[in-house]
């Protein structure tokens, strides 16, 4: 079954500084990976969404993901951090076997410093 | 449009007593989602359907737990007997399918005393 793994529970950026959020998926190419954004005390939202063929996604919020099939990795990046995006981040995949729910990751908690 | 309404928002319950959450999924969504997050285990799938139809419960946790979907855009989890360690947030989520984009509720927020 395909996961993913987030490395990094918690990171600590300053405002204006770039955002790297890694998450590496476990096996074979998914057909789709995403990346779900959670603000305190609501719900996940999508931020972006890879599907097969565009290596680099571009989100909302000036998020942007890059698919690297040799890296097995689809890491998420900001150039520019606010204040706004303190939340916790997660990477989820189809589990594989034609399921069409979501496996998660564990989540970053992206903390933003003055 | 209207996203996916989940209620109650928060409860607290007393050991031992029923919970009803439930659950209205995005209208034309075929599949429905039940998932839990807590700070030990992360955000877990515990059962999803796919037209009105249970496809995989192997997450929910033990039979004090049940998922009913009685029609398209009705769903409900109970926990009966509640027990302390079910405390957590409960999400209710929809996809229409095609491409696994699945739309989350604001989570319904339980805790058992």
């Known amino acids: 079954a395909q996961s993913v793994t987030q490395l990094g529970s918690h990171v600590s950026v300053s405002e204006g500084a770039l955002v790297l959020l890694r998450c590496n998926y476990s096996?074979?190419?998914?057909?789709?990976l995403f990346w779900y954004v959670q603000y305190p005390n609501q719900g996940l939202q999508l931020l972006l969404k890879y599907t097969t063929g565009a290596t680099l996604v571009k989100g909302i919020n000036g998020f942007e993901a890059e698919f690297k099939k040799s890296e097995t990795s689809f890491h998420l990046t900001k150039p520019s951090a606010h204040m706004s995006d303190a939340a916790e981040y997660f990477c989820a995949v189809p589990p594989g076997g034609g399921g069409n729910n979501l496996t998660f990751g564990k989540g970053t908690q992206l903390k933003l410093e003055l | 449009d209207a996203g996916v309404i989940q209620s109650p928002r928060h409860e607290v319950t007393e050991m031992g007593q029923e919970v009803t959450l439930r659950c209205k999924p995005i209208?034309?969504?075929?599949?429905l989602f039940w998932y839990r997050q807590t700070m030990m285990r992360g955000l877990e799938l515990l059962i999803y359907f796919n037209n009105n139809v249970p496809i995989d419960d192997s997450g929910m946790p033990e039979d004090r737990f049940s998922a009913k979907m009685p029609n398209a855009s009705f769903s409900t989890l109970k926990i009966q007997p509640s027990e302390p360690r079910d405390s957590a947030v409960y999400f209710c989520a929809s996809s229409p399918g095609s491409g696994n984009t699945i739309y989350f509720g604001e989570g319904s927020w339980l805790t058992v005393v």
């Open positions: 096996s074979s190419v998914p057909p789709y």
């Open positions: 209208s034309g969504h075929d599949y």
